[in-house]
């Protein structure tokens, strides 16, 4: 955020937080729907909508493919 207020935030930089956060949010949430077991999949519980959108996540505002290789770039890959 500072970055960000600052100016400083480049495209890499932001692509390494929006890849962390959507893969950490992901795995977290999945973990969460194998512990709720079936219920984890119905929408009538909390989990089962958080991890629809965290789903989404990984995929809105560019897929977190487009971000490792934007990534991988900078870092010669």
């Not at 890849?19 to 512990?35: F, G, P």
């Not at 493919?65 to 991988?72: A, D, R, V, W, Y």
């Amino acid at each position: 955020m500072r970055a960000h207020n600052l100016g400083e935030l480049t495209a890499v930089d932001a692509a390494r937080a929006k890849w962390w956060s959507a893969d950490v949010q992901y795995h977290v949430l999945d973990a969460c729907v194998q512990l709720w077991g079936g219920y984890g999949y119905m929408n009538e519980y909390r989990v089962a909508r958080a991890w629809k959108d965290a789903r989404v996540t990984r995929i809105w505002a560019g897929f977190n493919e487009i971000m490792k290789e934007l990534i991988g770039r900078e870092l010669g890959f």
